[in-house]
């Protein structure tokens, strides 16, 4: 039996995983968090193989559990799951140690055969991340966002979906004037000069989720 935690701040999203994955016969579902506090204190009583964890938690965000449990050395397999487009975040979570990244609208049985890949300790890479990373080899090195820290890459996201910085700062549990300091770095790499400048480029280069088109 594969051992699961589910890590999202939604409880119908953890639900519709549990079922999804309960429904296998060889997938347990052993707990769920919806942030790094909740999830700290489930894995003190709690192990498991695989870790769906979500990109977008509240304080602590997904990426930066995802580098804290891998520097820990943990064990488990930790798969991505967000609404951000692959082809943007999915090598970033990669790299970071993830052994898989899924969009949240990915069929069921993807995140069941990605659960089941991961846990015998091979990554699970879908056609729009190997697609990603054969771009990335061969036609990626000018991307001005590339450049990007983690946290300069988060910044960037939520100011251009419209979060004051003292929001980004509650969200991602830092100092207003430290998340300033991100925005201003993010603005000198890209060659940018507002908040609207931002917003503009983040939609150009598709880093953010618009939602569906009618």
């Known amino acids: 039996?594969?051992?699961?935690?589910v890590?999202?701040?939604h409880?119908?999203?953890?639900?519709?995983l549990r079922e999804t994955l309960a429904e296998t016969g060889d997938i347990e579902v052993v707990g769920e968090a919806g942030d790094y506090g909740e999830l700290r204190q489930l894995l003190r009583n709690t192990g498991?193989?695989?870790?769906?964890?979500?990109?977008?938690?509240?304080?602590?965000?997904?990426i930066d559990v995802l580098h804290a449990m891998v520097d820990e050395g943990t064990t488990i397999r930790?798969?991505?799951?967000?609404?951000y487009p692959e082809d943007q975040y999915g090598i970033r979570a990669l790299k970071a140690g993830a052994m898989a990244y899924l969009n949240k609208a990915a069929d069921p049985q993807t995140i069941v055969k990605a659960v089941r890949t991961v846990a015998t300790g091979r990554k699970y890479v879908t056609?729009?991340?190997?697609?990603?990373l054969a771009d990335n080899v061969t036609t990626r090195?000018?991307?001005a966002h590339d450049q990007l820290s983690d946290r300069e890459m988060q910044t960037l996201v939520l100011i251009a979906e419209g979060h004051k910085l003292s929001e980004i700062a509650e969200r991602l549990s830092l100092s207003p004037k430290t998340v300033s300091v991100y925005r201003a770095r993010v603005l000198e790499k890209l060659k940018l000069s507002s908040n609207a400048e931002l917003a503009t480029y983040a939609m150009r280069n598709k880093l953010i989720d618009l939602g569906p088109v009618d």
């Open 1 to 5: 039996m594969i051992r699961v935690i």
């Open 141 to 143: 090195s000018g991307i």
């Open 78 to 83: 930790i798969v991505v799951l967000s609404t």
């Open 7 to 9: 890590v999202d701040d």
């Open 48 to 62: 498991c193989d695989v870790m769906l964890l979500d990109v977008n938690l509240p304080g602590r965000s997904g």
């Open 127 to 132: 056609p729009e991340i190997a697609q990603a």
């Open 11 to 16: 409880f119908l999203v953890r639900r519709g």
